[in-house]
């Protein structure tokens, strides 16, 4: 489905604004949204409780609206963006990161912000945002249209107009104590809740809350340092999750998640490598939706680099893999004698998140959301106890295996200041 979306993000002067009116007033909530239209033009309204400053700009490939704004509750009612209406056919909502939510339009082609405003609380009706758009050509869209971005003042009146900067916070520096430093990584959060199973379970919270358990586990038995990509229910980039585990210097990357598939008998853990090449068609099918992520949360995605095949065989892309592999190795070896896994546990594909060219990376999926059974398991504290206690041995054996093989590119570990 091709799919337009703007996206409003707050300036960083209006950011700052943004937050101190937070500091002293109620937060903003957003009671209900809708669109009206046909396939030439559209209007967009999000229904307030009050002022509420935000910023507006395009997207393509597809094309995206995407409204950025202050830390929201959102309290609309479940279904509601699955709404198709005239140029609009979907929208989603949720928080993009800490002090800043996030609404995403697809569109069913490309457009211009014709408008976009706020309007005041009268006669008991909430105050509203709203953007309007007008349908285009391809011709008409620009380049230039993808840079603009239109900022709305909590006045409710446009105040300014600048260039698209997406970036990526990088974390802050930690002390480094001489252990090996592994990175969790919770799939999804905020605007991306990843799979949800039939009785409402949520990826996001889900992985959220196993890596929280996690943690403490590894750091306590393992004797290693553990940093979670992120501690709360918000959206981080996989171009960021991978950053974030660079300026860490990890020596181990773990990505966790619970899919969803349409054949709900497929169930099991699984542990996916890096590969350029799929190893089966369920691998690349769930690599093309993993993969999808910055997509559905508004973010602007860049082509690929050609520079990452020449990683992929380079010496040090090859020296990742084959440590990536004996991790893999290990951690299935772990996990078959306590938890159930798919019918082929060890996999590979082309997933973003797993390209860090010098950190052994795997992608865990502890199940399938989709599976009642597997569902059932993954809620489970007793079997959650299982899993944890062969992934914090699996994780022992990998370093003491590293630590006897002193040779390679990566050593037995990076060395610590």
């Known amino acids: 489905m091709v799919g337009m979306m703007f996206c409003l993000a707050l300036t960083a002067g209006e950011s700052a604004k943004a937050q101190s009116v937070n500091n002293q007033e109620e937060q903003v909530h957003i009671s209900a949204a809708r669109t009206a239209g046909d396939l030439k033009q559209a209007r967009f309204v999000l229904d307030i409780s009050g002022p509420m400053p935000f910023t507006a700009f395009l997207l393509q490939k597809p094309y995206r609206l995407v409204m950025d704004l202050p830390a929201v509750s959102f309290e609309m009612a479940q279904g509601i963006a699955q709404v198709e209406r005239g140029l609009v056919s979907n929208f989603r909502f949720g928080v993009i990161n800490e002090g800043r939510s996030r609404v995403v339009l697809d569109l069913k082609g490309p457009a211009r912000i014709a408008k976009a405003f706020g309007l005041p609380s009268v006669d008991g009706n909430p105050a509203r945002a709203v953007v309007e758009l007008e349908a285009v050509s391809e011709q008409q869209f620009t380049a230039s249209s993808l840079q603009e971005v239109l900022h709305v003042g909590r006045n409710g009146k446009r105040s300014s107009q600048s260039k698209l900067v997406e970036s990526v ?20 959060g905020g605007i991306d809740t990843g799979a949800v199973s039939a009785s409402g379970v949520k990826e996001s919270a889900l992985v959220l809350k196993f890596a929280k358990v996690l943690k403490k586990h590894l750091e306590a038995e393992a004797g290693v340092q553990v940093i979670l990509t992120r501690e709360s229910d918000k959206f981080i980039s996989l171009g960021g999750r991978v950053n974030f585990a660079q300026a860490r210097e990890a020596d181990l990357f773990i990505s966790i998640h619970a899919d969803s598939v349409r054949e709900s008998y497929v169930r099991g853990a699984t542990v996916y490598t890096l590969s350029d090449r799929a190893s089966d068609q369920v691998s690349a099918q769930l690599a093309q939706r993993e ?21 992929l065989i380079s010496l040090t892309r090859r020296e990742t893999a084959n440590h990536s592999a004996l991790y893999s ?52 504290k007793a079997w959650q106890e299982k899993a944890i206690r062969s992934i914090v041995a699996s994780v022992k054996r990998f370093f003491a295996k590293r630590g006897s093989q002193q040779t390679g590119l990566l050593g037995p570990s990076k060395p610590r200041g």
């Open 169 to 188: 916070p990088l974390p802050r520096a930690r002390a480094k104590n001489g252990r090996p430093v592994v990175v969790l990584d919770p799939g999804h």
């Open 291 to 311: 993969n999808r992520s910055d997509l559905l949360a508004g973010m602007h995605i860049e082509e690929e680099d050609d520079v990452v095949a020449d990683i």
């Open 329 to 380: 190795r290990t951690l299935v070896g772990a996990l078959k004698n306590s938890v159930r896994l798919s019918k082929t546990p060890a996999r590979s594909a082309g997933f973003r998140v797993l390209k860090a060219p010098d950190i052994p990376s795997v992608l865990l999926e502890l199940g399938f959301l989709s599976n009642r059974q597997d569902q059932s398991a993954l809620t489970s």
